[in-house]
């Protein structure tokens, strides 16, 4: 006799009442999957189609913990990726529901839980600050500090993460927690929020077999007060297998077997032809999974997944599951389940704007500033610059020969154009914590816009505290004439144009090696039509446009207006410097056209970091 599946003997479909007892009684959301099918475009031949899903019908259930499994390129992390709405590319058919009804994207960042292959941590903040840090983005504004607090304690002490609460996540240059803590650490910033649903992908690979049993326990527990749980699993160890409810099997994208695990799963397994099963006394020696698994990995080398599929199709434990996921649409369909309003959150992230720019600054910024590894690469070379201006150049702003006007001149390009080169040094804190942001944002923690707008302060504020110490030096020791505050204003406005075109050009990079070639570029580019290698007048015609989109040329001209605007426009090439240049518009003026540059750019970041992806699951 087949086994009857799961979800008829956890609700009375028939009253459409859940039984009594149950463990998602309070809690939870049951998911419906039916007859789904995944295609996206071959990448070896963008023509083509490929189904890496098809017709895959299951039904996942609050309270049990059903296990993804299925041989390597089978499916697995697609088909979480489309349950958990990841997916950026692609077209589904068939339907997810959600206690009855397709959520929204908002839902899914907001109330279900996504523990991804790789770590995506914070690595100079402790396990315990982590955890705070997420919970403060991501539970209710409304809720007070202490209940967060509570709730970061209880998840420490479920994780067994007691030892490690206050060791710094490190990463591969500089160890800090072990690999199966920091997986604890992503299922707790997963469950932070009290989720209703969690999926896990792979949450033990890496792990030896008895952390990973541990990591598993510690999910089961929380499964059984109500969470609806699905983790790909490649070969479980039979205790770690135990902790299962159900298994939904993949070959090839498509069913293999969806039931109960054990004794169910064994009967349909032992119960297939000779040559396409294995003798069930086997399951003794190696495990069930490791049995399963055996059995359909061989079948799938052998190309035998179709029929697998087409044996599981057209099988009786098909037909019930049918019958049970029907029942179960029908039954959430008709309303009235304790979650359903839920599935309405417009809302992707539970916290306003104001408030993910404060935490991102209260728990990343302030680790930074106290990190010489970050502050290093954005001091040195200001400072380095400033050094070789002030000792090469000093006093030369008080000689009016026309050797040392020359002199000056040069240096206020040099001093203009550095802010823009050095820029580069921001690329990497766009491009290579991309993962945790596009993790962060998927997870619901806060929008693109909070994300930039907290990075460009932490920026900003350095170069605003050291613009002024270094623009005093070059001021006093080159001995520069005009208003110290226009100088100093322009080479701060300068500063932040750069940090904000790298970031710009960082959001829009695909890696790293195209932003760090696309940075100087550009700026290169920016420093022939500045207006001092070639005068602005002597530009031709062809290329007169190109100044105007010149943050460089608007500094630059300010910079020369200031220094000669006064008595100071000595004589130069039978003309005053200022008139052989014909700087344009008053210096006040240039320096507030180059501050509408940090618009246009903050604009290109926000659209780069919101619209493009990167990297397409
Ligand atoms: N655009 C594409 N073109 C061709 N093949 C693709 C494309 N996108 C994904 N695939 C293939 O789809 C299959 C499913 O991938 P998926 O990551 O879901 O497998 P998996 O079962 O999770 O594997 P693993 O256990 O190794 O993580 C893989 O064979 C992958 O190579």
Redesign the pocket.
Known sequence: MQPRIHPAESFDVEDGKRQSGHPADGLGMPIVIKDLTYT?????NRRER?N?LESVSACLWPGQMTA?M????????????VLAGRKT??ALKGDVLFCGRPPTQAFLQRYTGYVE?FDTLLDNLTVSEMLVYTAELKRPLGEPRAAKRAAVEKLVSDLALEQCRHTVIGNQMHRGISGGQAKRVNIGIALVTTPLVLFL??PTSGLDSQTAKEVMVVVKRLTETGLTTCA?V?SPTPRTFALFDSMLL?L??RTAYFGRRGEAAIDFFSSLPPGMTDSASKVVAWGEAEWIVEITTTANRQDKAAWFAAHYAVSSLAASNAAAIDALEILASGGGMEHEVLLREAKSTATPFFWGVYTMLKHRTSRNFADPAFLGPRIGDKFLFCFIIFTLYFGDGGKQDPGNVLNVMQMLFMWTLLPAFSAVVYVPAIVLERPLFMRERSDGLYWPVTYLVAKLIEEFAIVLVLSVVFAAIVFAGVNLHGSFLLFWMIYLVTLWNGIVLAYGIASLSPNMDFANAAVPAYTIALLFFAGYLVRLQDIPKYWTWFPHLNFIKYAFSAQMLNEYGGANNHPFQGASILEFYDFPHDKWVNLGLESLFLIAFFVLALLGLTFLRHS?R
């Open positions: 996206v475009a071959n990448n070896a490929l890496l993804l299925g041989p390597s390129g089978s499916g697995k992390t697609t088909l979480l990726d590319t692609g292959q992908d792979e790909t490649h993949l090839r994208g397409k």
